[in-house]
């Protein structure tokens, strides 16, 4: 009797447990959720610097030397060490010519001249005896110069000889068709099997240590820059970022814009192409004082530029107006960047607007 009497005192309270759980549950009292850690970063502050101003332009790349590649003799190509868009270095293999047929009139010309020497070594003899027989009266001097013309003619003739060598010789050597200087092959004009005529282009080469952007820039722009000046610049192909060297102008204004092409040379690069672009930061006003941020710091969020500062140990996000690059750090001129302000460089990529943060270092 006693045992039912408990059971039911269990079940009882365990009920009122449950709706007592269920009625807190439903007036919001349950316990708030747990917050995330603070998260670590690491943080810099903003200079300032007196820079110019700049512009976004389109600069198309271009070779500022550029060989057609020819050959110097007649042959049949035998084989090819290139294709187009290889990177080739000054005196590499390009093309080797068949020289079966000269390596045949070589051999014949050495013969040859075996020949003559014996003739020369034989006449030269005869000279000597006629020498000492002219001595004492025993031969004419008729004989004796023509013996002695006849010796001179053999002295040219092996000189003939050997020139004629040397030329097969040379022949031979320019049947290697080398790279002229370093450089990017642009086109491709034989092939293996084909029959090339003195003067044949084989192929053609943009050399590579003359590599250029031609920048149009307005008139009234020039004035911001001068020969020997570094641009900032990005090849847009592989978002690598550069630093060229205005190296001055071309003669050349565009009919009808008036533009005037600006020439940066660019430092040597794996990936080069003619007509590919750049874009480049061009300067459109004087120096004045900006203030200077780490690309480090810089967030993109919906095409729009920002910056994670900290206040209360919080990530605030600010606005970026972006007026200049310089290497390492870009210019802004928006009031709310200051000199001095703190600015979240490494961890920004994963911070949220109002997150907590816990500063774990300073670059």
Not at 49 to 57: G, H, R, S, Y
Not at 106 to 114: D, V
Not at 144 to 169: A, H, T
């Amino acid at each position: 009797m006693n045992s039912g009497k408990n059971k039911w005192k269990v079940f009882c309270f365990t009920m009122t447990a449950f709706c007592c759980i269920l009625c807190l549950s439903n007036l919001g009292l349950s316990a708030p959720p747990q917050q995330p850690p603070p998260a670590r970063v690491k943080i810099t502050h903003v200079t300032e610097q007196d820079m110019q101003k700049k512009t976004k332009l389109i600069g198309v790349l271009y070779f500022d030397k550029i060989s057609g590649v020819s050959t110097e003799v007649n042959g049949l190509v035998k084989s090819i060490a290139f294709r187009e868009g290889n990177k080739v270095k000054k005196g590499d293999i390009l093309v080797r010519l068949n020289t079966d047929f000269l390596k045949k009139d070589l051999a014949l010309e050495k013969i040859n001249l075996q020949r003559v020497d014996i003739r020369i070594e034989q006449k030269n003899k005869n000279l000597k005896r006629f020498e000492k027989l002219l001595e004492k009266e025993a031969a004419s001097e008729v004989d004796y110069e023509d013996l002695f013309f006849s010796y001179q003619e053999l002295i040219k003739e092996k000189k003939g000889l050997q020139i004629k060598i040397d030329r097969i010789n040379l022949e031979i050597a320019k049947s290697v068709i080398k790279a002229p200087f370093d450089g990017l092959i642009m086109k491709k004009y034989v092939d293996s099997g084909n029959w090339i005529q003195q003067g044949d282009s084989i192929c053609q080469i943009g050399s590579t240590d003359d590599l250029f952007l031609q920048v149009p820039v307005a008139e009234k722009l020039l004035k911001f820059v001068q020969t020997g000046d570094a641009i900032d610049l990005v090849i847009n192909v592989s978002n690598k970022q550069m630093t060229g060297k205005v190296e001055g102008i071309r003669p050349i204004a565009d009919e009808k814009t008036k533009n005037i092409f600006l020439k940066i040379r660019l430092p040597y690069m794996e990936l080069a192409i003619e007509n590919m672009s750049a874009t480049v930061f061009m300067p459109i006003s004087e120096k004045q004082r900006l203030k200077m941020v780490p690309r480090d710091a810089l967030v993109k969020f919906q095409g729009k530029n920002f910056v994670y500062t900290i206040q209360d140990n919080q990530a605030q996000i600010v606005p970026l107006n972006i007026v200049t690059m310089s290497g390492a750090y870009i210019g802004v001129d928006n009031p709310e960047i200051q000199p001095g302000m703190p600015v979240v460089v490494d961890g920004n990529e994963r911070l949220r607007p109002d997150q907590p943060v816990v500063v774990v270092g300073e670059n």
